[in-house]
């Protein structure tokens, strides 16, 4: 069983939207339900590798057939981000675990540029606990893009065989395993735990 362990962001370790946050986004955008969110994700690739927030939401805005003000699209910015903000204690207390024991952990993760300045300065306290983090819109290349956990081995100064990579998306587990790794659709953190404690 691979030493280094790879864990996705979003899903796994930090929390996804609250319904609540997605009500708030939708009343902003003046726009609700599956059309808004079919939109919103649509683009969410290019985000996620680079694009600037104020593109990325003149074209939803292009997508839905409406426009958004300059102010509009600040208070869209910032609900967003703040949306991604939450963490599960218990991921946040395993990766610690994991690091007492002198894994070597890595972090590989679809994030907008916004997003991490905001994130890190919440979560920097336990994010020191990994040797690489590999964000997509740093990169270039997002999940499932090969390059992505070719990229975050090469960081992590190992080959992608030598990972065990956890994300809660089959199909970005599917494609870590073409390119070698093992890998793993995330449940939860006793899963973790169960499949390391069964490779020793």
């Known amino acids: 069983m691979p030493q280094t362990i790879v864990f996705d962001l979003f899903g796994v370790i930090a929390r996804t939207q609250t319904e609540e946050a997605r009500g708030r ?21 290019a ?26 699209v600040q208070a869209l910015v910032q609900a967003d981000l ?11 207390e395993l990766v610690a675990e994991l690091a007492g024991q002198g894994r070597v952990l890595g ?17 920097g306290h ?18 499932p893009d090969p390059q992505a956990y070719e990229i975050c081995a090469r960081r992590l100064g190992v080959a992608p065989a030598d990972v065990l990579f956890f994300d809660d998306s089959e199909r970005n587990v599917v494609a870590a395993r073409e390119t070698g790794m093992t890998a793993e659709v995330f449940t939860s953190p006793e899963q973790v735990r169960k499949i390391l404690a069964e490779a020793r």
């Open 25 to 45: 986004i939708e009343r902003l955008a003046g726009v609700t339900g599956e059309p808004f969110w079919a939109a919103y994700w649509a683009g969410r690739a």
């Open 47 to 72: 985000y996620d590798a680079g694009q600037s927030s104020q593109e990325y939401w003149m074209e939803t805005a292009a997508r839905l057939g409406v426009s958004f003000s300059a102010s509009t």
């Open 82 to 92: 703040e949306s991604w903000t939450r963490v599960d204690e218990r991921m946040v």
């Open 107 to 123: 972090l590989l993760s679809n994030i907008i540029e916004d997003l991490v300045p905001m994130f890190e300065g919440i979560h």
């Open 126 to 143: 336990w994010l020191g606990h990994f040797t690489a983090l590999t964000y997509s819109c740093r990169i270039g290349v997002a999940k």
